[in-house]
């Protein structure tokens, strides 16, 4: 398969735990995103990262949300001390410069 | 900033017909891409069709065409002969150039074919 992958796909949490989501983009891809999705609304951007560099962060990502791609390949999206309203489903995609984003199937989070 | 607006909820349509889905934006840069993406019950975004903002003519790709009207800030979706699969959500996107880089999506249009 060399589509994005997303792991895990379903994550159950509890409130105030830590939850680390890992993304890896189509192999050549150099630009990679991470999207925020609820229920009934379109994706909300969340941070893109150029290679391994992080050129922009929506202010949605408060400072418990951290995400890195440390080599340009993988990236991970952190969350720290959950809380309810960070339930969502987590999309990553990646593009070739400015050509067509392709997504990964998501992760589902919910926090308990 | 950029905003993406479809006004349409949801949307019928009966097998075989064509159907459009409305897409207005707003942005100030001068050059930018717009996206048509499908989201099945299934959950993954799948890329339809991109249109840039020079490009003379409308894109088109198999049953799928963007209806672009620049002056308008439109950029429709029109999907021919609509199939039973056909039945998602369906969100139109675009990506600036510049400062802007990532993809904003509208709140999409929920399209469901009748038999």
């Known amino acids: 398969d060399t589509g994005v992958s997303q792991n895990p796909r379903h994550k159950i949490t509890k409130r105030g735990q830590n939850v680390t989501f890992r993304c890896d983009p189509i192999?050549?891809?150099?630009?990679l995103y991470w999207y925020r999705q609820t229920l009934g609304q379109g994706p909300e951007f969340l941070t893109y990262?150029?290679?391994?560099?992080?050129?922009?962060k929506s202010r949605l990502l408060s400072d418990r949300f951290s995400a890195e791609r440390p080599k340009g390949s993988f990236s991970t999206l952190e969350i720290q001390r959950t809380e309810q309203g960070d339930s969502a489903m987590y999309l990553c995609?990646?593009?070739?410069?400015?050509?067509?984003?392709?997504f990964g199937q998501g992760t589902r989070l919910t926090v308990v | 900033a950029q905003k993406i607006t479809q006004t349409q909820p949801g949307m019928f349509v009966q097998e075989k017909e064509a159907v459009t889905l409305d897409c207005t934006y707003d942005?100030?840069?001068?050059?930018?891409?717009l996206f048509w993406y499908k989201q099945p019950s299934s959950g993954e975004m799948i890329f339809l069709i991109y249109?840039?903002?020079?490009?003379?003519q409308n894109a088109t790709e198999g049953r799928y065409s963007l209806n672009f009207q620049k002056a308008r800030k439109s950029a429709n979706l029109v999907i021919s002969a609509s199939q039973l699969g056909d039945s998602a959500m369906y969100f139109c996107?675009?990506?600036?150039?510049?400062?802007?880089?990532?993809?904003?999506f509208g709140t999409g249009t929920k399209l469901q074919v009748i038999p």
């Open positions: 942005t100030s840069d001068p050059s930018y891409g």
């Open positions: 249109q840039g903002s020079y490009d003379q």
């Open positions: 990262f150029q290679n391994e560099a992080q050129l922009e």
């Open positions: 192999s050549e891809h150099n630009r």
């Open positions: 996107a675009m990506r600036g150039t510049g400062g802007y880089q990532k993809v904003t």
């Open positions: 995609a990646s593009s070739l410069d400015n050509t067509e984003a392709f």
